[in-house]
């Protein structure tokens, strides 16, 4: 029976909860205390504007660590047949008897080099990055989790699994035409839906994680999470800088490398923007205000699912901010498993988002999972190497992933600009 991990309820868990509070409740206290000082005297003092800072790093910290503790408990086991029970199994057999076969097949690659019972895929040219063995399923599966656990962009995206090389998804961006009549008055025909055809191709990605021969004889170690655990963080930290800044060669399309225009112009194709009221900072007065147009650049629909993404520097800036009533604006997860809130809406942090700075798209706000498409084409590639790097034995492993926006109504961005 598969172990189900309720994160909300382990201690570790409970104590990085606590401390999160704690650390937020002191930067209130000494952020209060800096504001009142700047209302006196019109500046705050160098020691208490220190201890402010040394506060807001302590909370980041503390976001940090609850961050890691609900990541890894969403890291489940291998189930037994393999099989992550909300993804199909994409035309593979899928009986017992055969998983365990290419499962045992593939522990023998792994181990010894011996490749008898796997799958082959070759280069269809010398340039291409994608021959070696097709993993088995238990494998890809425990990537494709450790991934969605460690991507944040997987976390707030839709995600498709995809047998081809091109993923082309057709779309209205105009709309179907309708009207209203009377019970037995004519129907005049109405305009078609204006259609785009937009294209996601994947790209290969990969990694070359290394062990030594004691390390793959050892009957203990699982060599699908070992496999999975090393290409993890080299897979999702590619993954994360091509879903947000990528130009679409032979990576995905990240969301801030479309054009992006002020949003009262914006067309289909066009991410639109909300001016922060100052070059390269927020507008000194009501900063807040200008955060409320942002959440309300996106249509109503988009707005029940809406989420601000951005990194550290910027959650740090925005978390000593207030409304009109002296409440502050950025509140953390009230649980375990939750996220941080800003305006009442959800907050991803994402490092690969761009600082604060003159003219750069710093936050980003809609509905994610209506807004991009992450594309996989199944099928994951191991090629076993140990002659490169004597003793060791390297796994040259590739995937392929594409990415793009679908819908470009539903991001919009907050450009730092004074309009």
Same mark, same amino acid.
């Given at each position: 029976?598969?172990e189900?991990?309720t994160?909300?309820?382990t201690p570790e868990a409970?104590?990085?909860?606590h401390?999160?509070?704690?650390a937020?409740?002191?930067f209130?206290?000494?952020?209060?205390?800096?504001?009142d000082?700047?209302?006196?005297?019109?500046?705050?003092?160098?020691?208490?504007?220190e201890?402010?800072?040394?506060?807001?790093q302590?909370v980041g910290?503390?976001?940090?660590?609850?961050?890691?503790?609900?990541?890894?408990g969403?890291?489940p086991g291998?189930?037994?047949?393999?099989?992550?029970?909300s993804?199909?199994?994409?035309?593979?057999?899928?009986?017992?008897?055969?998983?365990?076969?290419?499962?045992?097949?593939?522990?023998?690659?792994?181990?010894?080099g011996?490749?008898?019972?796997?799958e082959?895929?070759?280069?269809?040219s010398? *340039? !291409?990055?994608s &021959? $070696?063995?097709?993993? /088995?399923?238990q494998t890809?599966?425990?990537i494709?989790?450790?991934?969605m #656990?460690g991507s944040?962009?997987?976390?707030i995206?839709?995600?498709?699994?995809?047998g081809?090389?091109v993923f082309?998804?057709?779309?209205?961006?105009?709309?179907v035409?309708?009207g209203?009549v009377?019970e037995?008055?004519?129907?005049?025909?109405?305009?078609?839906?204006?259609?785009a055809l937009?294209e996601?191709?994947?790209a290969?990605?990969?990694?070359?994680?290394a062990?030594?021969q004691?390390?793959?004889?050892?009957?203990?170690?699982?060599?699908?999470?070992?496999l999975a655990a090393?290409?993890?963080d080299?897979?999702a930290?590619?993954e994360?800088?091509?879903?947000?800044?990528?130009d679409?060669v032979?990576?995905p399309k990240?969301f801030?490398?479309?054009?992006?225009?002020?949003d009262a112009?914006?067309?289909?194709?066009?991410?639109?923007?909300v *001016? !922060?009221?100052? &070059? $390269?900072?927020?507008? /000194?007065?009501s900063?807040?205000?200008r955060?409320?147009d942002?959440?309300? #650049?996106?249509?109503?629909?988009y707005?029940p699912?809406g989420?601000?993404v951005m990194?550290?520097?910027?959650v740090?800036?925005?978390?000593k901010?207030?409304?009109a009533?002296?409440?502050?604006?950025?509140?953390?997860?009230?649980?375990?498993?939750?996220?941080a809130?800003?305006?009442?809406?959800?907050?991803t942090e994402?490092?690969t988002m761009?600082?604060i700075a003159?003219?750069s798209a710093a936050?980003?706000?809609g509905d994610f999972?209506?807004?991009?498409l992450i594309?996989?084409?199944?099928?994951?590639?191991v090629?076993?190497?140990?002659?490169?790097a004597?003793p060791?034995?390297l796994?040259?492993?590739t995937?392929?992933?594409?990415?793009?926006v679908?819908n470009?109504?539903?991001?919009?961005?907050?450009k730092f600009?004074?309009?």
């Amino acid at each position: 029976m598969k172990e189900t991990k309720t994160v909300s309820g382990t201690p570790e868990a409970r104590a990085a909860m606590h401390e999160m509070m704690a650390a937020f409740e002191a930067f209130k206290g000494a952020n209060d205390a800096r504001l009142d000082e700047i209302e006196r005297k019109r500046s705050a003092d160098a020691l208490l504007e220190e201890k402010v800072a040394r506060i807001d790093q302590a909370v980041g910290a503390a976001q940090a660590r609850l961050d890691r503790v609900v990541s890894e408990g969403r890291r489940p086991g291998i189930e037994s047949d393999g099989r992550h029970p909300s993804v199909p199994a994409l035309g593979r057999a899928t009986s017992p008897l055969h998983g365990e076969e290419t499962k045992a097949a593939f522990d023998g690659y792994l181990k010894t080099g011996a490749s008898f019972g796997l799958e082959l895929k070759a280069g269809l040219s010398t *340039a !291409s990055n994608s &021959a $070696g063995y097709v993993v /088995p399923e238990q494998t890809e599966r425990a990537i494709e989790r450790r991934l969605m #656990a460690g991507s944040p962009m997987r976390e707030i995206a839709t995600v498709r699994t995809v047998g081809a090389g091109v993923f082309r998804k057709p779309v209205s961006t105009a709309g179907v035409a309708s009207g209203w009549v009377a019970e037995t008055a004519a129907r005049p025909e109405t305009d078609p839906a204006t259609l785009a055809l937009l294209e996601f191709p994947s790209a290969d990605l990969y990694a070359n994680p290394a062990a030594t021969q004691s390390l793959l004889d050892d009957a203990l170690i699982d060599l699908d999470e070992w496999l999975a655990a090393e290409v993890e963080d080299a897979f999702a930290a590619q993954e994360t800088q091509a879903f947000v800044t990528g130009d679409g060669v032979n990576k995905p399309k990240g969301f801030l490398s479309y054009p992006i225009v002020t949003d009262a112009s914006a067309v289909w194709g066009e991410i639109g923007s909300v *001016a !922060s009221g100052a &070059a $390269g900072a927020f507008a /000194p007065n009501s900063p807040t205000d200008r955060l409320i147009d942002l959440v309300y #650049a996106p249509k109503a629909q988009y707005r029940p699912n809406g989420r601000f993404v951005m990194n550290r520097k910027t959650v740090s800036a925005v978390r000593k901010f207030k409304d009109a009533d002296g409440n502050y604006i950025w509140q953390p997860a009230q649980r375990a498993g939750e996220t941080a809130s800003l305006l009442g809406y959800r907050v991803t942090e994402i490092e690969t988002m761009p600082d604060i700075a003159a003219n750069s798209a710093a936050i980003a706000f809609g509905d994610f999972q209506r807004g991009y498409l992450i594309v996989d084409r199944a099928g994951v590639r191991v090629l076993r190497d140990p002659y490169s790097a004597k003793p060791y034995v390297l796994f040259y492993t590739t995937k392929r992933v594409g990415g793009g926006v679908q819908n470009f109504d539903a991001i919009k961005v907050m450009k730092f600009s004074a309009s």
